[in-house]
């Protein structure tokens, strides 16, 4: 049992920018109550601590997660107010408009910006990469360069892995390239090139093309985020694209606007009507959520990918971005074929923890598990490994499990035939002779203890001495097959097994 946690010294404010951090989320959540509020301080601050595990399940699965991850969208929609806001203030002031050229001004008044909303909100990866991409986007539109370009990003890139080059096999770093990279592309064909192009039209005309090229837009990046989702998560939002239409300018245009206006009122206490709209506007975003995520097919469940499936991905959405014309179609061979691999991925039919405590069996669509565990890691786990939703079932409560003060064994049909799997459930010792017995009736054996050599099961015997070698085990009893952790991290400096 652990006790009350007693504080032994206080901590102090530690650095100033993470203090501001604190203490502005502390100030829009004591203004706004609830979820809203809590979303609201991640939009304002970066601080995500506070949204509850349903409302950030909502998000991830209804494709809109990207929202509370201080980004290209926050950073962009900061510089581009404090921009327009700038420019419209200094125009005012004759003086200064026919002396010096505004827009020199106002972009550097919008990159001070967007270098303290950076820093303001943790200056995680991608928040740095959209900041240095708008800087360049700056400087381009200054000096009358093309501001949408794969150099823009190439750059960005270069300064993130200059300063974090552990990022480039993390998930963030991966998924907020990977968008930028897809929107330059496609912005930068030529049939998309000929649809946006002026033309003499109506504001209807005007806002159905734009319409349209936001939903093709978010269509795109769910397309090249999909993979990359998928091999860290195990699953996708299916219906991002559509949701995001609603949402992205929801947020852009309304929520964030409305953040800003609330804080500069709260300096004369005037805030309060601000802050009704803005949980209203995060009620709206919070109800979109909700909606998609739970629409039917809203989520798509995958085991694990393998890395060369994940490399043929990469490869071909990169030789898609980068090429031009028709020869950038041949990308689609490589994407194509990972896409076959992906559907050919058969569901493990057993899991087994490094440690052989927790053991999972995918049945009818469903997880069963050994013992029950107050370890959400290790539940979703082996959730996203199985690549199944809802809680699991312990063995113990399933009927076709055979549950003893000691061992729980489970037939299962695979392939045509039976498996015999025995797992153990106690710590207690068991005769020998009757332990051997046991392991001779079945095919697999799993135990989170050192098994004696008289324990001989047909097929596999995974006891706590072979799992200090393997690390964890996925079994595909098709074929038989089994993957470890071993396999892919054997050879990595971090990875030790048992006889190192």
């Not at 030529?190 to 003499?200: H, I």
Request: charged letters at 20%; a neutral charge.
């Amino acid at each position: 049992m652990q006790g009350e946690i007693e504080v032994v010294e206080p901590g102090g404010d530690g650095a100033v920018l993470a203090s501001l951090q604190r203490r502005l989320s502390e100030h829009v959540r004591s203004r706004l109550e609830g979820s809203s509020g809590a979303i609201a301080a991640a939009f304002a601050s970066g601080d995500r601590g506070a949204i509850a595990p349903e409302h950030e399940e909502a998000m991830r699965d209804s494709g809109l997660t990207h929202l509370l991850s201080i980004s290209g969208l926050h950073v962009s929609a900061v510089i581009a107010a404090a921009y327009l806001l700038a420019i419209k203030l200094l125009a005012l002031w004759p003086l200064l408009a026919l002396r010096v050229r505004l827009p020199l001004v106002a972009a550097g008044i919008a990159a001070l910006a967007g270098v303290a909303y950076t820093l303001l909100t943790g200056a995680e990866v991608p928040t740095v990469r959209s900041c240095v991409g708008a800087l360049l986007l700056l400087v381009a539109l200054a000096l009358g360069r093309e501001p949408l370009s794969l150099r823009m990003v190439a750059v960005g890139a270069i300064v993130v892995l200059l300063l974090w080059p552990e990022a480039l096999i993390g998930p963030s770093f991966q998924m907020s390239f990977a968008a930028v990279i897809a929107i330059v592309a496609l912005h930068g064909a030529a049939p998309v090139r000929a649809f946006l192009r002026p033309r003499e039209e109506g504001w209807i005309a005007w806002s159905a093309r734009r319409a349209a090229m936001l939903l093709l837009t978010g269509l795109v990046i769910e397309i090249a985020l999909m993979p990359i989702v998928l091999f860290h998560f195990h699953r996708a939002g299916i219906y991002g694209a559509l949701a995001n239409v609603v949402a992205i300018p929801l947020v852009t245009f309304v929520s964030m606007p409305l953040i800003a206006l609330a804080l500069l009122l709260d300096l004369v206490s005037a805030g309060a009507p601000a802050w009704w709209l803005v949980g209203r506007s995060v009620d709206l975003l919070l109800a979109i959520a909700h909606f998609t995520a739970e629409q039917p097919g809203s989520v798509k469940l995958m085991p694990q990918m393998s890395a060369l499936t994940f490399a043929l991905f990469v490869a071909g959405g990169l030789w898609v971005a980068l090429r031009r014309g028709r020869p950038r179609l041949l990308g689609l061979v490589p994407a194509g074929l990972a896409t076959a691999m992906v559907l050919a991925t058969p569901v493990p039919d057993l899991l087994i923890s490094g440690d052989g405590r927790h053991v999972g069996i995918t049945e009818a669509g469903r997880l069963l598990v050994l013992r029950e565990t107050r370890s959400d890691f290790t539940r979703e786990n082996l959730l996203e490994l199985a690549g199944v939703t809802g809680d699991p079932l312990t063995l113990d409560d399933w009927p076709e499990a055979r549950c003893s003060r000691d061992f729980c064994v489970v037939s299962l049909e695979r392939a045509g035939r039976n498996w015999e799997v025995l797992m153990s459930w106690s710590r207690a010792l068991i005769p020998e002779r009757a332990l051997a017995a046991a392991c001779e009736r079945s095919d697999i054996v799993v135990s989170d203890r050192w098994l004696p050599a008289s324990c001989r099961p047909r097929w596999l015997k995974a006891d706590g001495r072979m799992l200090s070698e393997s690390g964890g085990l996925a079994l595909v009893l098709d074929g038989p097959e089994i993957s470890s952790v071993a396999d892919s991290q054997g050879e990595h400096g971090w990875w030790r097994s048992g006889r190192r």
